[in-house]
């Protein structure tokens, strides 16, 4: 009986994080139809734009970082390979990007595509 209350907290973390990416994707499928400049009134200017054969590309770039640390003890650092040294205290820091790409025809949007590890 008591993994029940941890089990129910799993199993609404998870639905939260499917809900987020649905919100998310109905909410750029929302975008498709409208004209070039109601999109940026939406999204913001672009970062970056690109024109080939009559088909506008405006993309947006989102990154996140996320830092993690990671005490350690410094073994070997100062006195050979089995002696303590300093603590040595370092971390990682993960940085995770998402390109949302929306193509413009004849100035309204027809399509969206999404690029990146943080999608």
Known sequence: MRRLPFLLFTVLALAACV????QEETYLSSMIGLTEDQLIERMGVPQQTYVANG???LAYNQSSESYYSDPGFGFGMMGGPFDF????FGGAVDVTTCQTVFEIVNGHVQNFSRHGDGC
């Open 55 to 57: 088909h506008k590309f």
């Open 19 to 22: 809900n987020y990416e649905q």
């Open 85 to 88: 040294g300093e603590p040595g």
